[in-house]
């Protein structure tokens, strides 16, 4: 039998067993793929979990991006809320489905691509399920150790603490712009959309740093501010004049007639954070202060910009019609 060309010559074994063939040895891994489950080492005593899910034509297209930037992208939405705990990402379980006519290669290369993410930040890959489906999804569950630190939760931020971001916003959503209008240039915002860039070590430096929240910026950054603001019950003011506009960002905007800090406060997918921190408090290299957060008054809890208590969505909210 010649080379298998789709997964359903190859099969859910064999694609498994391809995928895992040669996953490099991890300290934190005390058993990998093979058995029921995982074992994966927990120093600090405590786990940070979570998971994202990615479906094609809803999270990206096969014709936009190759499946090796695809799997990238699906490891670091669920890599970076991670970090966003102020935890160091260590492990990740991978649910892969798809139709059985998908070219068993494209799968190959997506996990390569998820594995070039988790392994580039010292995480491992140790398991996860494969399924026949109408579309192909990819659900990716990370794993993460506070190394003995408290968890930086959405609900930590009091008035005059100072709300600051790292990481690329607008990127992203400037280079979907882009694609959904049939160009594949600007290179570099295209690539954004591709394949996101998330400051992973700044979630723990944010944490030992002291942060009082921390939120990654998936949806937009108005709308994770919000959540933010809704959990402390509080205002997060943002100054949009200290939101640097990228030249690469200036340009694509100016050629659509659109106002570059858009992008910047809406779009969502770089997997910026979002944190505050008390007054006075050295903020981490690579944090730059946005904005401050006030005490809630009317009409409550939320957020501003330049002065204006944003209303709108302001991002992204999946299974919204208006």
Request: charge should be negative.
């Amino acid at each position: 039998m010649g080379e298998a060309r789709t997964l359903a010559d190859v099969g859910e074994f064999g694609l498994i067993a391809r995928v895992t063939a040669d996953l490099p040895a991890n300290a934190g891994v005390l058993l990998g793929p093979g058995d029921d489950a995982a074992v994966v080492a927990t120093p600090s005593g405590s786990v940070v979990i979570s998971t994202d899910v990615l479906v094609e034509g809803r999270h990206f297209r096969r014709d936009w991006s190759t499946a090796l930037e695809i799997g990238r992208r699906a490891a670091a939405a669920s890599l970076a809320d991670i970090a966003a705990m102020g935890a160091r990402p260590s492990a990740v379980v991978v649910a892969f489905a798809a139709p059985a006519d998908l070219p068993a290669a494209w799968a190959i290369a997506c996990t390569s691509g998820l594995r070039a993410e988790v392994e580039a930040i010292g995480a491992a890959l140790v398991g996860g399920d494969v399924t026949s489906a109408d579309a192909v999804m990819i659900t990716v569950t990370a794993i993460g150790d506070l190394e003995g630190r408290p968890a930086v939760v959405r609900s930590g931020a009091r008035a005059g603490d100072v709300v600051a971001v790292a990481g690329r916003l607008g990127w992203a959503a400037a280079g979907l712009a882009v694609l959904s209008r049939g160009f594949r240039s600007p290179r570099r915002l295209v690539d954004a959309h591709r394949v996101p860039e998330p400051p992973y070590a700044l979630g723990p430096a944010a944490a030992i740093a002291g942060a009082t929240a921390m939120i990654d910026v998936s949806d937009g950054l108005i709308a994770d501010a919000r959540h933010i603001a809704v959990a402390s019950q509080v205002v997060l003011a943002i100054d949009s004049a200290a939101l640097a506009v990228p030249d690469e960002i200036q340009a694509a905007a100016s050629a659509y007639s659109l106002d570059p800090r858009e992008w910047m406060l809406t779009g969502g997918d770089d997997h910026a954070l979002l944190a505050t921190f008390a007054a006075g408090v050295e903020l981490p290299p690579g944090f730059t202060a946005i904005g401050e957060v006030l005490e809630v008054q009317a009409p409550g809890a939320g957020v501003s910009v330049d002065g204006h208590f944003v209303t709108v969505a302001g991002g992204h909210e999946h299974f919204r019609t208006s």
